[in-house]
T-cell receptor, first 106, second 113 residues
Framework: GQSLEQPSEVTAVEGAIVQINCTYQ??????LSWYQQHDGGAPTFLSY????GLEETGRFSSFLSRSDSYGYLLLQELQMKDSASYFC???????FGAGTRLTVKP | DAGVTQSPTHLIKTRGQQVTLRCSPI?????VSWYQQVLGQGPQFIFQ???????GRGNFPDRFSARQFPNYSSELNVNALLLGDSALYLC????????????FGQGTRLTVV
């Protein structure tokens, strides 16, 4: 089966950098995905890592280490609109972690 | 292009009743997954279908069932509703269901009273 661990909450100020970690256990690895969900909204795709290393998409980057079963999402130049829940997901059927609630303060 | 559409958007049912939720994936997507999300928690995987075959099933009771039609749309059925089934039910579609990018519908908010 799969299990994922993420911090439950993170708080940061506008303009700062924040890293959200995810450790996982999965019987079959098909990559690590990250999703953002604003209150009342649906999850939206942010990034996907199938191989080790860093993937950069604008202000967001995602890192994967398959040997450590670990990844992280890096958010730079934080904006108020980044306040949301962030989920990592693994598995061919995409199982989600419990999510990290990010609060960005002025 | 239309995104993933789910119907209905809201639903109120009584304990013991049955409910059917519907999902239309993005055109060209052959995989549909269903999730249950309780407020403050992550989406919990219920089912994944690919090319009309069940590919995966989460830890949910047999009261939950689903199917995928030839046009790749999908239905989620829940029988003998319990109060604890009250949640947001999300449908996600992807090209091949291999854990890469998935697109979510806005969900069906089910309230069981």
């Amino acid at each position: 089966g799969q299990s994922l661990e993420q911090p439950s909450e993170v708080t940061a100020v506008e303009g700062a950098i924040v890293q959200i970690n995810c450790t996982y256990q999965t019987s079959g690895f098909y990559g690590l995905s990250w999703y953002q969900q604003h209150d009342g909204g649906a999850p939206t795709f942010l990034s996907y890592n199938a191989l080790d290393g860093l993937e950069e998409t604008g202000r967001f980057s995602s890192f994967l280490s398959r040997s450590d079963s670990y990844g992280y999402l890096l958010l730079q130049e934080l904006q108020m609109k980044d306040s949301a829940s962030y989920f990592c997901a693994v598995g061919i059927d995409m199982r989600f972690g419990a999510g990290t609630r990010l609060t960005v303060k002025p | 292009d239309a995104g993933v559409t789910q119907s209905p958007t809201h639903l109120i049912k009584t304990r013991g009743q049955q409910v059917t939720l519907r999902c239309s994936p993005i055109s060209g997507h052959k995989s549909v997954s269903w999730y249950q999300q309780v407020l403050g928690q992550g989406p919990q995987f219920i089912f994944q279908y690919y090319e009309k075959e069940e590919r995966g099933r989460g830890n949910f009771p047999d009261r939950f069932s689903a199917r995928q039609f030839p046009n790749y749309s999908s239905e989620l059925n829940v029988n003998a509703l319990l109060l604890g089934d009250s949640a947001l039910y999300l449908c996600a579609s992807s090209l091949a269901g291999t854990g890469t990018e998935a697109f979510f519908g806005q969900g069906t908010r089910l309230t069981v009273v």
